[in-house]
């Protein structure tokens, strides 16, 4: 049995629908909570996939949340090592960090549900299946520049790196392909504050309907693309 390691920043962005496909591709599944567990004491290179999960902090807070700098000393030597290793959303964006990128504030919050822009590269790669017509949730208000050496595979108008691999084994993503319909309730709780300071055409109302009536179709492509990706990495 292979095994996962998930660093989770608040509880209400879980592994999700990933962590469904990854109990299918027979996973062992662990998770540390940022902030309560040591993640100094974690080995990088003990378990066979990385997952850094998303959260409302900046990748550049290290002073004041020191806890990113031992998860930051994580993935660069993971990275280093060619490790299968997942980023999602901050996850991502700490991956970008440990490979020498610039995270910084985007020039608007991207939050809500539309498609992706496939790269070339992209439409070749594990993320084939949402390319184009397929919406996806983003929720952000940071974004990146490209890591020297990475691959970029996805872009949105607000955001040009929405997703890139580097090395044979790893993959950022700034959307939320693991997003399930029937947990948003919690992510709308928890950035209840966030979710009152934007458009006034951003609501709990409206992101609560978009993802009843999106989630259950991005579902099946999403498993798809984290299928093909766990099918690489894992050998």
């Given at each position: 049995m292979r095994s996962a390691l998930a660093i989770?920043?608040?509880?209400?962005?879980?592994?999700?629908l990933l962590g469904?496909?990854?109990?299918?591709?027979?996973?062992?599944?662990?998770?540390?909570?940022?902030?309560?567990?040591d993640?100094?004491?974690?080995?990088?290179?003990?378990?066979?996939?990385?997952?850094?999960?998303?959260?409302?902090?900046?990748?550049?807070?290290?002073?004041?949340?020191?806890?990113?700098?031992?998860?930051?000393?994580?993935?660069?030597?993971?990275?280093?090592?060619?490790?299968?290793?997942?980023?999602?959303?901050?996850?991502?964006?700490?991956?970008?960090?440990?490979?020498?990128?610039r995270v910084y504030p985007a020039r608007q919050k991207e939050i809500g549900w539309s498609p992706v822009s496939l790269s070339e590269a992209g439409r070749a790669s594990m993320l084939r299946s949402i390319d184009g017509a397929v919406p996806v949730l983003?929720?952000?208000?940071?974004?990146?520049?490209?890591?020297?050496g990475a691959t970029l595979l996805a872009s949105t108008e607000t955001?040009?790196?929405?997703?890139?691999?580097?090395?044979?084994?790893?993959?950022?993503?700034q959307f939320h392909l693991e997003v399930v319909a029937s947990e948003i309730e919690r992510w709308l709780i928890g950035h209840a504050c966030e979710i009152a300071a934007l458009s006034p055409a951003i609501t709990v109302t409206t992101l609560r309907a978009e993802t009843q009536r999106l989630a259950p179709g991005l579902a099946p492509h999403a498993a798809n693309c984290f299928r093909s990706w766990l099918a690489e990495v894992s050998g």
């Open positions: 989770r920043h608040v509880a209400f962005e879980g592994l999700g469904d496909v990854l109990a299918e591709h027979d996973y062992q599944i662990e998770q540390v909570e940022a902030g309560v567990d993640l100094a004491a974690i080995d990088p290179n003990k378990t066979d996939l990385l997952v850094v999960l998303g959260g409302p902090i900046g990748a550049g807070d290290q002073a004041l949340y020191p806890f990113l700098a031992d998860e930051l000393r994580c993935l660069e030597a993971r990275l280093a090592a060619g490790r299968p290793t997942l980023g999602i959303c901050l996850g991502a964006q700490l991956m970008a960090v440990a490979l020498g990128a983003h929720w952000h208000g940071d974004t990146f520049d490209l890591p020297a955001c040009p790196h929405q997703a890139f691999r580097w090395g044979p084994a790893a993959l950022g993503l």
